[in-house]
């Protein structure tokens, strides 16, 4: 940091004011004036030099340049600075990094929150129990796939058609009932979806049991595998061990 001082200029004005009065209004013929018009100009000076001081100010150098420019803007800090974390509860869902994961839990949650404010609203007691159903089947077959991503395009058919067909439906149930009155076209379509709810029931039961298919054929790989062992160890009552024995 360099200090540079810079020195006012009007004192010295104030010395040729002075010679310029004293030759309008006084005389320089002899060499004593001359040296007294000095005096008083000297004097002059000295006074501007107290009227209007000398100001001094700092220049920054290189090093403080670069040491400025490390520094964090405490304004650009406060303006870039991550958001609050919101309160519990309030805190949106935690990315698994799996953006079609991530894509799927969002599908889940609205198709859940649908789900339950459906079920609030239909008073038929039968269809309420469907839709609790529904709603837990739908909550464990997502929860299978989350954890195990690999089996995402075995939804493909539940997510594009099933899932929203069904909410549609009971979406209509709802409008329907909500109207208040009877008539051909809507007792004949709530009949009608009435009807189908115990199948997409059983559509959705299928859905989850296929998810653990291949899951089901390794289990049933494994048992048999350790029944022969079993078997050939004489630990177990099958016919391998039978044959074995009678040899």
Known sequence: MAYVKKKSVLPIY?????????????????????ILCA?????????????FPDRGFSIPDEEDEEEAREQPDPDASSSTAP???????????????????????????????????????????????????????????IAAVVEKPAKLPQLRRFLNYYLPTTLKLLNAYDRMG??????????????????IMGTICKAFDKQLDSLYGEEALDISTDITVLENLLAQEGLSDSPFQSGSTSN
Do not use: C
């Open 14 to 34: 104030f010395i040729g004011v002075v010679w310029l009065l004293w030759a309008v209004f006084g005389s320089l013929r002899r060499p004593t004036e001359y």
């Open 39 to 51: 005096l008083v100009s000297l004097a002059a000076y000295f006074l501007g030099k107290i009227l």
């Open 83 to 141: 958001p609050q974390a919101q309160p519990a509860g309030q805190a949106g869902p935690k990315s698994t990094g799996n953006p079609d994961i991530d894509r799927l839990i969002l599908e889940r949650d609205r198709a859940l929150s649908e789900m339950r404010r459906l079920n609030d609203a239909i008073e038929d007691p039968v269809i309420s129990d469907q839709i609790d159903h529904l709603e837990a089947v739908t909550e464990k077959i």
């Open 178 to 195: 909500a109207a208040g009155v009877s008539g051909a076209n809507i007792d004949g379509t709530k009949g009608k979806i009435e009807d």
